[in-house]
């Protein structure tokens, strides 16, 4: 991955606050969409062959279009791949090179599921569903990866560590989450969006509303389980007390959402379902802040280490340019002229004393020596006790080498 790194400038401090923030971004962007896609189409499989136009309904809930699998799908994983090669730069660690490896399975799944769908096909969905399941295993384990900063000096191996259990209690939190959504989404896409909602008369709408709330209870019962858990495997640096605090949030939005699906479960309609999908929303992005949270404890040590690399870097950089600049730079005799009539005229003439002395009297001394002129007027020091000081005249470097260049001209054709 030598090609990304070269074209990356280490991040900046005002960068670097970015980063977080559009990660989690890009991570809302993408997860709960990606999430609800994948078990709504599995499940349209479980239907396929008895209830076909329930399987249909299914695949109708997020449905994957050019434009929901390029706002969702593509361009938050591509963006993700550029903003942990940012954040990640100067380790060792491979995270871009993953994430690109994972990118391509997931792309390839949901363009599967879309085809699928689409030509009414069992065996596409079915593999892009495989696929995803994969893709996604893969991308705990990164996430996993970017936790424990402590294993990145000895990664190097094509696929980070996918067998750990921290990665399958990831990975069961990610499907859980996404099980809670989908059966929130079912709910308020097929019950309650007035453009897309089933007719009332539907013979498959009664199985669907309870697979869905049974969806939404099952997940909120499981997931206080795995959290929990995620917590308590989760290495000690990447504790903090926001994610503790968020923790308990999600698990009151769980708590709630258990008693109205299994409320629900129990009546003939569903009500409040606008409430329980955001409620859902929530929860999943909760979530993802908690990891981010967690993340950010972890790297706190990367995180000195990049500002300082990058405020070195950064004052390399300038450097060259200005050794560039002062390369390139040509005096230029009119703007010398000018300056000399605007800025030095009020205490200076050649051939006589107004504040400053005259300068056939001092020029002689710089004849030949360009340098020591312009040395002196970035910086007038004290020369002549029977004068008082130069002010500083404020000139920038090529106003210097102008005027500089200007009066000893001057002063030679004088002569
Ligand atoms: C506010 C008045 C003032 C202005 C404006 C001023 N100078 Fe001077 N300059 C002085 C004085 C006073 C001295 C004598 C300083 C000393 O001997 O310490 C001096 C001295 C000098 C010297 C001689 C230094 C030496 O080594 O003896 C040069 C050359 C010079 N000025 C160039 C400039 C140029 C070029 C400008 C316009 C960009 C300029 N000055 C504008 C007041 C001024």
């Known amino acids: 991955m030598d090609i990304l790194k070269n074209m990356l400038l280490p991040p900046g401090v005002e960068h670097l606050q970015m980063l977080p923030v559009l990660v989690v971004f890009m991570l809302w962007a993408h997860l709960p969409f990606a999430g609800i896609a994948w078990i709504c189409n599995l499940l349209s499989l479980v239907f396929w062959r008895r209830n076909p136009a329930a399987a249909r309904d299914l695949g109708r809930v997020a449905p994957l279009t050019w434009s929901t699998v390029c706002i969702f799908i593509v361009l938050p994983?591509?963006?993700?791949?550029?903003?942990?090669?940012?954040?990640?730069?100067?380790?060792?660690?491979?995270?871009?090179s993953y994430i690109l490896r994972l990118t391509l399975p997931i792309i390839l799944?949901?363009?599967?599921?879309?085809?699928?769908?689409?030509?009414?096909?069992?065996?596409?969905?079915?593999?892009?569903?495989?696929?995803?399941?994969?893709?996604?295993?893969?991308?705990s384990s990164v996430m996993n990866l970017i936790f424990t900063p402590e294993k990145w000096p000895f990664i190097r191996r094509?696929?980070?560590?996918v067998f750990s259990v921290t990665v399958v209690v990831h990975f069961k939190v990610f499907c859980l989450v996404s099980v809670l959504l989908a059966g929130a989404a079912?709910?308020?896409?097929?019950?309650?969006w007035p453009e897309k909602r089933l007719p009332v008369d539907a013979p498959h709408a009664e199985t669907l509303r309870r697979m869905a709330l049974a969806m939404v209870s099952g997940g909120s019962l499981l997931l206080p389980v795995f959290m929990i858990w995620e917590l308590y495997v989760a290495p000690e640096p990447a504790l903090s007390l926001n994610a503790f605090w968020l923790s308990a949030l999600v698990l009151v939005l769980l708590a709630v959402l258990a008693?109205?699906?299994?409320?629900?479960?129990?009546?003939?309609?569903?009500?409040?379902?606008?409430?329980?999908?955001?409620?859902?929303?929530a929860v999943s992005g909760l979530l993802i802040l908690k990891d981010h949270s967690l993340q950010a404890a972890a790297n706190?040590?990367?995180?000195?280490?990049?500002?300082?690399?990058?405020?070195?870097?950064?004052?390399?950089?300038?450097?060259?340019?200005?050794?560039?600049?002062?390369?390139n730079m040509v005096a230029d005799d009119k703007l010398g002229e000018k300056i000399y009539n605007d800025r030095c005229t009020a205490c200076h003439r050649f051939d006589q004393k107004v504040v400053g002395p005259p300068y056939n009297q001092v020029l002689p001394k710089y004849a030949g020596d360009m340098e020591k002129l312009k040395t002196f007027l970035r910086n007038p020091v004290k020369v002549d006790a029977a004068y008082p000081a130069m002010p500083n005249q404020g000139l920038t470097e090529l106003e210097v080498a102008s005027v500089a260049s200007f009066l000893l001209k001057k002063h030679d054709e004088g002569k």
Not at 263 to 280: P, Q
Not at 301 to 326: D, K, P, T, Y
């Open 186 to 192: 079912i709910l308020f896409v097929l019950f309650h």
């Open 109 to 139: 799944g949901f363009l599967l599921l879309a085809l699928g769908q689409h030509r009414r096909q069992a065996a596409f969905v079915a593999a892009g569903s495989v696929l995803l399941a994969g893709g996604y295993f893969f991308f």
């Open 158 to 161: 094509p696929m980070p560590d």
């Open 77 to 96: 994983l591509a963006s993700l791949l550029f903003l942990f090669q940012h954040f990640l730069f100067g380790e060792m660690v491979p995270v871009g």
């Open 300 to 327: 706190q040590e990367h995180w000195v280490l990049l500002n300082e690399s990058s405020a070195r870097a950064l004052a390399e950089w300038q450097g060259q340019r200005a050794a560039q600049l002062a390369k």
């Open 259 to 281: 008693i109205w699906s299994v409320t629900m479960l129990g009546r003939s309609a569903s009500r409040w379902i606008a409430a329980a999908f955001v409620g859902a929303l």
